[in-house]
């Protein structure tokens, strides 16, 4: 059984960074495509970043593309997402998924499984 766990949320100042983990297991890590999504109160979730199996296809959504960064280590079935020059805006609940393909995908429906969330709270 696939298993996602985040972990790495908190409070930040606006300006600051944070790098936000996913801990795969249940297949293997490096056959399958992985993202980031995010969901805000009262917001749909949104799409913020996915990464091909190999690692060497990656997507962003416009509003984080030169901010974060999406990368995994297959060798320690581990995604990341590391996020600088936080803004207000980027408050959510983050949610690590995993779809049962190689390539990336940038479409909630796509996605077969999905981690509890971590929460990242920026303040103004």
């Known amino acids: 059984q696939v298993q996602l766990v985040e972990s790495g949320g908190g409070l930040v100042q606006a300006g600051g960074s944070l790098r936000l983990s996913c801990a795969a297991s249940?297949?293997?890590?490096?056959?399958?495509?992985m993202g980031w999504f995010r969901q805000a109160p009262g917001k749909e979730r949104e799409f913020v970043a996915t990464?091909?199996?190999?690692?060497?296809?990656?997507y962003y959504a416009d509003s984080v593309k030169g901010r974060f960064t999406i990368s995994r280590d297959n060798a320690k079935n581990t995604m990341y997402l590391q996020m600088n020059s936080l803004k207000y805006e980027d408050t959510a609940v983050y949610y690590c998924?995993?779809?049962?393909?190689?390539?990336?995908?940038?479409?909630?429906?796509?996605?077969?499984?999905w981690g509890p969330g971590t929460q990242v709270t920026v303040s103004s």
């Open positions: 998924t995993t779809r049962d393909t190689n390539w990336p995908g940038t479409r909630a429906f796509q996605y077969n499984y």
């Open positions: 249940g297949r293997t890590f490096s056959s399958y495509a």
């Open positions: 990464i091909s199996g190999s690692g060497g296809n990656t």
